[in-house]
């Protein structure tokens, strides 16, 4: 089927019971049981839960994986994954990735004999050079968030498959509906469901999709044995959302398009970072592996003064974490998102100070850029 049959409708048949067009939300913690052994596959809310089922049928169809496993939160589905690896194991990661994500691997499994490289993913030759012959995982975004740098799906996956390493893709920014990293030969996705998919700032979670079968039989396990598991109702709220994906991106892109362009003829910006602007330096890899730019943009006033100046002029982007909901929000990464990111691995990466992140909703264009006009006039 076409996406946004898919997204309507994958994993999501009629209730048999009642014929309920919308997946009920399953709201138990466990299934009565007819006798000792004999049951309708349903035991315990932790390891079943029709209602997160659904979501993760739909969500694997959407990526074009074999299986999904739904998670309390994006961390907690990355988490999830580095389950794969045991003491030893290394990782190359990519050097411009969401801080909470740099901070786990880091901060937690550093400590548990996990060994971390990271490395601009834009650079083959760098990343091919990272890996040892304990490597047995890659893990990167492209866009990178929030420097927007992008990296070569095809040839990434082609490298890693080479070493005997698994390719894990963080996919939040672009969503399935723009970019699917399965079909250009990655084995595994993430995603913070809290950002587009769910696409209305009303739950928090995360989703692991699996191509690889190895993987998807431990994954079930993990999610399973260690329990991060989210609840039937945020499972439900992100299915409604996903419902509207495809509209929801078209929107997105079409206004961050226009916000891109204006941003990028503003005097006083130093640097304007969109994917989908002509002069991106990833622009044409982009163009060959992604369908869309999606809705996030970030640009460098200059100084973490200015930023903050721009920040609190702005009255409809309003500011807060996060990103991927209908409303348009304002961030400061340098403060916020990647505060646990040192500062000269973030310099390094162009995320300085002055740099301010926008992820751009589906309000109107025109009051939108009213805004921003607003608020970068304290420039
Ligand atoms: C790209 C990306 N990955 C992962 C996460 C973590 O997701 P969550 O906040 O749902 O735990 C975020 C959160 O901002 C993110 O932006």
């Given amino acids: 089927m076409g996406?946004?049959?898919?997204?309507?409708?994958?994993?999501?048949?009629?209730?048999?019971?009642?014929?309920?067009?919308?997946?009920?939300?399953?709201?138990?913690?466990?299934?009565?049981?007819?006798?000792?052994g004999k049951h309708k596959g349903f035991e315990y809310a932790r390891t079943q839960n029709p209602t997160r089922f659904a979501l993760e049928k739909n969500l694997a169809v959407l990526e074009r994986g074999k299986r999904g496993f739904a998670f309390a939160s994006g961390m907690a589905a990355i988490t999830a994954v580095t389950y794969l690896l045991r003491a030893g194991d290394h990782v190359v990661a990519s050097n411009n990735m969401y801080g909470g994500t740099y901070r786990l691997f880091e901060k937690i499994l550093a400590t548990y004999g996990l060994t971390f490289d990271y490395v601009n993913t834009g650079d083959l030759a760098a990343t091919a050079k990272a890996f040892r012959p304990s490597t047995k995982m890659v893990f990167?975004?492209?866009?990178?968030?929030?420097?927007?740098?992008?990296?070569?799906?095809?040839?990434?996956?082609?490298?890693?498959?080479?070493?005997?390493?698994?390719?894990?893709?963080?996919?939040?920014?672009?969503?399935?509906?723009?970019?699917?990293?399965?079909?250009?030969g990655a084995q595994l996705v993430v995603h913070s469901t809290t950002k587009y998919l769910n696409g209305h700032s009303d739950m928090v979670g995360g989703i692991v999709?699996?191509?690889?079968?190895?993987?998807?039989?431990?994954?079930?396990f993990v999610q399973n044995a260690a329990g991060a598991v989210p609840g039937p109702f945020d499972c439900w709220l992100c299915l409604r959302g996903v419902k509207t994906l495809a509209l929801r991106m078209e929107r997105h892109e079409q206004n961050a398009g226009a916000i891109a362009e204006w941003l990028a003829s503003h005097p006083k910006l130093k640097r304007v970072l969109y994917p989908g602007l002509k002069n991106h330096p990833g622009h044409d890899l982009h163009k060959s592996q992604a369908s869309g730019f999606g809705g996030m943009i970030a640009f460098d006033t200059g100084?973490?003064?200015?930023?903050?100046?721009?920040?609190?002029?702005?009255?409809?982007?309003?500011?807060?974490?996060?990103?991927?909901?209908?409303?348009?929000?304002i961030s400061h990464p340098a403060t916020m998102t990647h505060a646990s990111?040192?500062?000269?691995?973030?310099?390094?990466?162009?995320?300085?100070?002055?740099?301010?992140?926008?992820?751009?909703?589906i309000e109107d264009l025109d009051d939108l850029l009213l805004d921003l006009r607003s608020a970068l006039s304290v420039l």
Avoid: W
Wanted: proline residues 6%; without cysteine; hydrophobic residues 40%.
């Fill in 140 to 184: 990167m975004e492209t866009p990178t968030n929030p420097s927007m740098i992008i990296s070569d799906l095809r040839a990434l996956a082609e490298l890693a498959r080479s070493k005997g390493a698994l390719l894990v893709v963080d996919n939040t920014f672009m969503t399935p509906y723009f970019q699917r990293p399965i079909e250009l």
């Fill in 341 to 361: 990111v040192p500062r000269e691995d973030r310099e390094r990466v162009g995320l300085t100070d002055g740099l301010v992140r926008i992820s751009v909703g």
């Fill in 209 to 220: 999709i699996s191509n690889d079968d190895a993987a998807s039989e431990r994954l079930q």
């Fill in 3 to 36: 996406f946004s049959t898919d997204a309507v409708h994958a994993g999501q048949e009629p209730d048999p019971v009642t014929g309920s067009v919308t997946v009920p939300i399953y709201q138990t913690s466990t299934y009565v049981q007819e006798e000792l």
């Fill in 303 to 329: 100084s973490i003064e200015k930023g903050a100046a721009v920040l609190k002029r702005a009255r409809l982007f309003a500011l807060a974490e996060s990103l991927g909901g209908v409303e348009s929000l």
